[in-house]
């Protein structure tokens, strides 16, 4: 009998706290997974061998670096070319998901406006 009561409290419960606009929100941040923040760059940095062709040009090597903001500073992480594809799928995805936060603001405001406004189902 508990479970039943606790069904019909959470069911009344449902058409404000638990929103479309919440459950909405947890199906986009699903899909989110993983989602990032900062800049993936191509860099060029010489290797350790003594004799290589590539550095003695002055080519040097490839490499992808993620920079990031970490409290505050300015920091960076060299990222090995096997990751840079899901680096960048992370970077689109955290743009995403600063997108998503942006227009909950005015969501919530609109959806507040509209169950105040509502005529009282009594
Ligand atoms: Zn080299």
Not at 53 to 60: N, V, W, Y
């Amino acid at each position: 009998m508990v479970c039943m009561v606790h069904y019909i409290h959470t069911m009344k419960h449902s058409k404000s706290s638990d929103s479309a606009l919440h459950q909405n929100f947890l199906r986009q941040l699903q899909k989110l997974w993983p989602a990032i923040k900062g800049s993936l760059a191509e860099v060029r940095k010489p290797c350790i061998r003594s004799n290589c062709p590539a550095c003695a040009r002055g080519d040097k090597h490839p490499a992808f670096m993620l920079s990031f903001t970490d409290k505050g500073r300015r920091r960076c992480m060299y990222v090995p070319t096997e990751m840079v594809p899901q680096l960048q799928h992370a970077l689109r995805n955290g743009k995403a998901l600063e997108e998503l936060l942006y227009q909950l603001g005015p969501e919530l405001l609109r959806e507040y406006r509209k169950q105040r406004d509502a005529p009282s189902p009594d």
